[in-house]
């Protein structure tokens, strides 16, 4: 059964830009949870998707977004870009919102310079 | 709101010795409980969950941690440890009926030497 799978793993930005992540859940999972991990502030949630809503959002400002797709595959994206949007950004999955154990991806780490 | 604190931010200890890496939390309403284990350049892997039952929990490669109500504790402990268990370690929560959002703690570095 294959895990969680984040694309690109590792990508390069400069200020100002967008960028895309994606997330494709454990096969079965419906529920698709983003979180930002950095040196200074840790690990935060950003957001979590089920069945292509939004359930839960993190303090974040409205240039981080996402959304999911039917067969709940995730995508998040953070326009005009700032340096403190470096990060590692992690997609975990779980089967239902109410199951409380996710699977995380390796990562997708976010370098903007 | 619920919070999580892990103290210790590195915990050197040898191999085979025993250790403790512990987290406390806070929060007004009842919570799971968990700890998440991170090797460098991945992603986190569940080490062990606390959502009912049994106090003491325990991981398929010997660590246990023990839920305590009273002292809103959830410490992670493993009596001999081997240098493969080098990694940083997270403890997190998670409110019951509060979906699948984690509040993580700062995390715990534990560096096995010989």
């Known amino acids: 059964k294959a895990g969680v799978t984040q694309t690109p793993r590792y990508l390069i930005k400069t200020r100002g830009q967008q960028v895309t992540l994606s997330c494709s859940p454990i096969s079965g999972h419906r529920s698709v949870s983003w979180y930002q991990q950095t040196p200074g502030q840790g690990l935060q949630f950003l957001f979590e998707?089920?069945?292509?809503?939004?359930?839960n959002k993190g303090n974040f400002p409205g240039r981080f977004s996402g959304r999911q797709f039917s067969n709940s595959r995730s995508e998040m994206n953070v326009s005009t870009l700032e340096l403190g949007d470096s990060a590692l950004y992690l997609c975990a999955s779980s089967w239902d919102s109410r199951a409380n154990v996710l699977t995380f991806g390796a990562g997708s780490r976010l370098t903007v310079l | 709101a619920q919070s999580v604190t892990q103290l210790d931010s590195q915990v050197p200890v040898f191999e085979e010795a025993p250790v403790e890496l512990r987290c406390n939390y806070s929060s007004s309403v009842s919570v799971y409980l968990f700890w998440y284990v991170q090797y460098p350049n991945q992603g986190l892997q569940l080490l062990l969950k606390y959502l009912s039952g049994s106090t003491l929990v325990e991981s398929i490669n010997g660590f246990e941690a023990e839920f305590n109500k009273s002292q809103t504790s959830f410490h992670l402990r493993k009596p001999s440890v081997h240098i493969s268990d080098t990694a940083e370690y997270f403890c997190a929560v998670i409110l019951t009926g509060g979906g699948n959002k984690l509040t993580f703690g700062t995390g715990t570095q534990l560096k096995v030497e010989l």
């Open positions: 998707y089920f069945s292509e809503t939004q359930r």
